[in-house]
């Protein structure tokens, strides 16, 4: 089956598999961060903090029962992750390419949302600021860190358009005709 293919006939799989994929990324940051020394900085929490939106939007997408209202709630879930999937790839673009060449990451946008938000003090082990953007600077198998977060939320990107331009399901008949 294509990657095309999964988005058009199993619509609540592609958004369950959206949302593991999402899980799974924080769980890798948090492995990394905890046994492995690599501690985030303010671009890393921002892009942390957009996966569990993603996870959680098409969480409760997929979680929808059955009928014309799930599926219309499913494109416009589907649109949404696909937006903030975008922005989580524009986050680890800019991590990259401006952010880690900037002497200090204090008070950028993804600084002051972090603490506006308070999850740092709410949950400082998932999202406290702990590095620099420059220190956060590290890679996994010779690619930076950020270029394999944007990898996967421009895949979301695409499964979440995928899904919002797949046939409309029409609802199955309760009695049919003879």
């Known amino acids: 089956m294509s990657l095309t293919a999964l988005p058009a006939r199993h619509p609540r799989a592609t958004l369950a598999l959206i949302a593991l994929a999402c899980v799974a990324s924080v769980a890798a940051a948090l492995f990394a961060q905890h046994r492995l020394d690599m501690q985030p900085c303010p671009w890393c929490i921002l892009q942390r903090i957009l996966f569990l939106l993603i996870a959680a939007v098409a969480t409760l997408a997929a979680a929808l029962p ?3 209202g799930a599926a ?3 494109r416009l879930s ?3 992750v696909a937006l903030l999937a975008l922005a989580g790839a524009a986050a680890a673009l800019y991590q990259h390419f401006v952010a880690a060449k900037l002497p200090s990451c ?3 946008l993804a600084d002051r949302l972090i603490s506006g938000l308070g999850l740092d003090a709410w949950l400082p082990e998932v999202f406290e600021v702990r590095a620099s953007c420059a220190e956060a600077a590290v890679s ?3 690619v930076p860190f950020e ?4 990898a ?3 895949t979301l990107a695409l499964l979440g358009l995928l899904l919002l331009v797949r046939p409309v399901e029409r609802p199955r008949a309760v009695f049919s005709r003879r």
């Open 66 to 68: 059955e009928g014309l």
């Open 152 to 154: 996967l939320y421009l």
């Open 78 to 80: 589907a649109l949404l």
């Open 106 to 108: 204090d008070l950028t």
């Open 140 to 142: 996994v198998l010779g």
């Open 147 to 150: 270029f394999w977060s944007a």
């Open 72 to 74: 219309l709630s499913r």
